[in-house]
């Protein structure tokens, strides 16, 4: 938490309006993601600080956040959804992950969705981990989320498409290892 504070604020440069926003209340603090003209930072910063007090005002303005192209932002706005709590939080990350428009920006919704443990979770990632299997496709940084999610998750259903994920050099290792743990049944094996 530390960290994502310390980034906004050094991204507000010192400013007044940070610290003002720091010390915020709820109320004030949601009141700042409906105020035109915002920064981003502010932005950011009042709905990390509501989705880590699990205020569910914050959940529009972090599905946003975790669609954002900045890593930092994705990693925020995952770990203040992760806290939040919010029942739309999976169905929000599944669609995130599988939009072959986005999948630049699928990391932090693929591990958000394995840390989730949701209905949703196992066949957003066997979806995405799918169509990343083509030869010579960019996001193995994001394959490899899945296989890793999937490992964790330990679904019987994963099994076909982690067995295809064997085949590639950057996910055989982890895809031996998620199929070792779906097979064995759970995560700890």
Same mark, same amino acid.
């Given at each position: ?22 010390? *915020?209340?709820?109320?004030?603090? !949601?009141?700042? %993601?409906?105020?035109? @003209?915002? /920064?981003?930072? =502010? &932005?950011?910063? #009042? +709905? ?23 890593? *930092?932002?994705?990693?925020?706005? !995952?770990?203040? %959804?992760?806290?939040? @709590?919010? /029942?739309?939080? =999976? &169905?929000?990350? #599944? +669609? ?32 995405? %981990?799918?169509?990343?299997?083509? /030869? ?6 994001? +394959? ?46």
């Amino acid at each position: 938490m530390n960290e994502v504070l310390e980034r906004l604020r050094a991204e507000a440069g010192g400013s007044a309006a940070y610290e003002a926003l720091a010390a *915020a209340g709820p109320d004030g603090l !949601a009141a700042s %993601l409906t105020s035109p @003209g915002q /920064p981003l930072w =502010a &932005r950011e910063l #009042a +709905a990390y600080r509501l989705g880590m007090a699990r205020d569910r005002r914050a959940f529009e303005p972090l599905v946003l956040l975790l669609n954002h192209r900045d890593p *930092a932002r994705c990693e925020a706005a !995952a770990q203040a %959804l992760g806290v939040l @709590g919010d /029942p739309r939080t =999976a &169905r929000a990350a #599944a +669609a995130l992950a599988t939009n072959t428009l986005r999948t630049a920006y699928a990391l932090h919704p693929v591990r958000l969705l394995a840390a989730l443990r949701a209905p949703e979770s196992v066949p957003a990632l066997i979806t995405t %981990l799918s169509r990343l299997l083509a /030869p010579h496709d960019p996001y193995w940084r994001v +394959a490899l989320a899945c296989v890793e999610g999937l490992g964790a998750l330990a679904d019987t259903r994963a099994r076909e498409v982690l067995v295809r994920a064997q085949a590639h050099p950057r996910l055989a290792l982890a895809a031996t290892d998620a199929l070792r743990r779906v097979t064995a049944g759970g995560p700890g094996a």
